[in-house]
């Protein structure tokens, strides 16, 4: 790669006494030196930089560190099903985005999912993927009040495709999480997202029993279940409104939790003052910047790092509701996602699993979240960029701009983050990491990657990089043998 052609295409920036680098339209990141950023950004015109930049980046080539091969197009094959085991729940939480008490707003309300169905959805799932990796994501309503199709689910996966990698996930209230259930999702390594708004009063406001108590207390009962029988598991925090944020942030935080927390809002509250809502993230990330407390930002940020160094290129960033996974209802009806089926979004119906399947609507509406937006073109994040709800961005047009520029700063700050990251650190955090990256590969990629850094002079490798670990290895010490 020759300089001009890196110049060009090379988005740099700067955080406090720490300069990187960003490939234009991948996703590969890279520290620099001062001098070099001075020169990129126009405050330098130090000429011997340049051939000493090039051996760099051809060291970096040779290595696998720069790739600029032109990638091949996306196939969007079919690799997870979320299967909505039941439209009924045992709480009426206020903000539920699939209408009052998990009825996604329509006559099926208190449906179950049957064994037959689920068993047409699994071999849908398995008949219709090119991929060897499949995901199930166990939804509701709340779905351990179906327990036993969900059951069903686990053992047929794996007895009639024990050929497939299977990933289990169980989105739940966590109020009915009891030693038994905490042991099957243990022993089918299934993992759970549990729902946890604050401190009881809080919590007790949004999100109450059918008959109006406080679930706060069965909660915290169903995640101190999950830690003892070791299932992974992460809090998700719905907040509702910006001045109980410390709040809720503290309280979650003296629960000593093992599982990680992610916050986030509730719909309504992000549309009625986004601004409030991008300030807010942007303070919490900010303080992990001031402190580099990297144990916190893999606790409570880890999508940032997710986002920017362990996926795939674009448009794999985008979601992948109608794209790569798809949702189905109780009753077999297929949907993008559980929003679409939630708002009742006929053009996001794609038939129904015991009856037919439009393939044609489908591919219209894949290809349709594919496109790129016109602002998006010419933006050096486009690779990163998740771009925000596939329904609402095809319904708008176009993303705000205050999301866009909240986002370029989100990405440079998990970047200058990540140049802080020790493999102990990862190691002890293994539920971000261990879906792409072998322990060991990890530690060997550590040490390759301290050793090339010393013989660097301008541009020096992250130790994260979008590609598994093992793969670096295996590419990178071939290299040097």
């Not at 779905?143 to 989105?171: A, G, H």
């Not at 971000?432 to 301008?458: A, D, G, M, P, Q």
Request: aromatic share 10%.
């Amino acid at each position: 790669m020759k300089f001009s052609e890196f110049q060009k295409n090379t988005h740099v920036f700067k955080i406090y006494d720490r300069c990187f680098a960003i490939i234009k339209y991948t996703k590969q990141s890279f520290e620099i030196s001062e001098k070099l950023y001075d020169f990129l950004n126009g405050s330098s015109d130090d000429l011997s930089l340049l051939s000493q930049t090039e051996d760099d980046l051809l060291v970096l080539q040779k290595y696998g560190y720069i790739d600029l091969s032109p990638s091949e197009k996306t196939v969007n094959s079919l690799d997870c099903l979320s299967l909505s085991l039941i439209s009924d729940c045992n709480l009426a939480c206020s903000y539920c985005s699939v209408g009052p008490s998990g009825s996604y707003n329509s006559d099926y309300n208190g449906t179950k999912m049957s064994i037959e169905t689920a068993r047409k959805c699994v071999d849908f799932l398995a008949q219709n993927s090119r991929t060897n990796k499949l995901e199930i994501i166990f939804f509701g309503g709340e779905p351990l009040l179906n327990m036993e199709t969900m059951l069903y689910v686990l053992d047929y996966c794996t007895s009639k495709y024990s050929d497939k990698e299977w990933i289990f996930k169980l989105i739940t209230n966590g109020t009915l999480i009891d030693d038994d259930i905490s042991g099957i999702l243990s022993k089918h390594r299934v993992s759970v997202t549990v729902s946890l708004t604050g401190p009881g009063h809080i919590h007790g406001r949004d999100r109450v029993t059918r008959d109006g108590k406080n679930s706060y207390d069965h909660v915290i009962s169903g995640l101190r279940n999950l830690e003892k029988h070791g299932v992974d598991f992460v809090v998700k925090a719905i907040m509702t409104n910006l001045e109980e944020s410390a709040e809720i942030k503290d309280h979650l935080k003296s629960l000593n939790l093992k599982g990680r927390i992610h916050v986030t809002f509730e719909h309504s509250l992000v549309g009625d003052n986004e601004i409030g809502v991008i300030q807010l993230m942007k303070k919490g990330v900010q303080e992990c910047l001031e402190k580099v407390s990297i144990t916190k930002v893999l606790k409570e940020f880890p999508h940032g790092l997710d986002t920017v160094l362990m996926g795939e290129s674009a448009p794999d960033a985008v979601c992948h509701a109608g794209r790569s996974s798809l949702f189905v209802g109780s009753t077999g009806d297929i949907y993008s996602c559980h929003i679409s089926a939630g708002a009742n979004a006929r053009e996001y119906l794609f038939g129904n699993i015991n009856r037919y399947f439009n393939e044609e609507g489908f591919d219209r509406v894949k290809s349709g979240f594919d496109l790129t937006l016109p602002q998006c073109k010419s933006c050096w994040a486009n690779a990163i960029c998740e771009k925000g709800c596939n329904l609402q961005r095809q319904r708008l047009g176009k993303i705000p701009e205050h999301w866009c520029d909240w986002f370029r700063w989100y990405i440079e700050s998990s970047v200058y983050m990540s140049a802080h990251l020790d493999v102990d650190v990862i190691l002890k955090s293994a539920s971000i990491v261990s879906s792409s990256y072998e322990r060991e590969s990890l530690k060997t990629l550590f040490y390759l990657n301290r050793h090339l850094r010393n013989s660097l002079k301008h541009i020096f490798p992250m130790f994260l990089y979008p590609i598994s670990a093992s793969k670096q290895v295996e590419n990178r010490v071939s290299v040097s043998s």
